[in-house]
């Protein structure tokens, strides 16, 4: 694993391709006709707003959880990282990308949003070899345990407790 394998992963290429499609999303909006999905601007705005704190918040904690000198060199497996494999991803995933769809008040850009989830567990995989190749069995342990961009394995061993 070299050092921008280390650090960004799957980030920049994915983050690339991600925009590349929502250029290519926002010029077929103009193509298809489409009602509202919310008429109020103003809660379209906070919808919006609430992402990109969500956002902000998961990738802040990320951080602090593995900082950047860390990353590739160490398997986390606390705070952020105890219930997702990739948090920074998962943050742009399940949050800024449906905030912006329903902001941008097309239901295209849904589609976006939603066909990013299986572009970037394609993407990751990648990623996730190298952590496989680099941490051996002890990553392969920490998948079991983690999902990769929502805490939903956190969530059902939790329904399963009680």
Not at 2 to 11: A, C, E, L
Not at 89 to 103: D, E, K, P, S, V
Request: glycine content about 4%; charged content about 15%; proline content about 3%.
């Amino acid at each position: 694993m070299n050092k921008y394998q280390r650090i960004f992963g799957s980030g920049v290429f994915g983050l690339a391709v991600s925009s590349i499609l929502l250029l290519i999303t926002t010029a077929l909006e103009q193509y298809i006709h489409s009602f509202p999905l919310i008429d109020s601007r103003a809660i379209r705005v906070t919808i919006l707003a609430l992402s990109v704190l969500a956002t902000t918040a998961i990738v802040i904690w990320s951080v602090k959880s593995l900082p950047i000198e860390s990353r590739g060199r160490e398997l986390v497996q606390t705070g952020a990282f105890a219930l997702l494999r990739h948090p920074l991803y998962g943050a742009f995933l399940c949050f800024f990308n449906f905030g912006l769809a329903i902001f941008l008040n097309h239901y295209i850009y849904l589609i976006w949003a939603i066909s990013l989830h299986p572009l970037w567990h394609c993407l990751i995989r990648y990623e996730e070899s190298l952590m496989i190749n680099y941490f051996g069995v002890e990553y392969q342990e920490y998948m079991k345990k983690t999902s990769r961009f929502f805490p939903l394995k956190y969530f059902i061993t939790c329904l399963r407790k009680n």
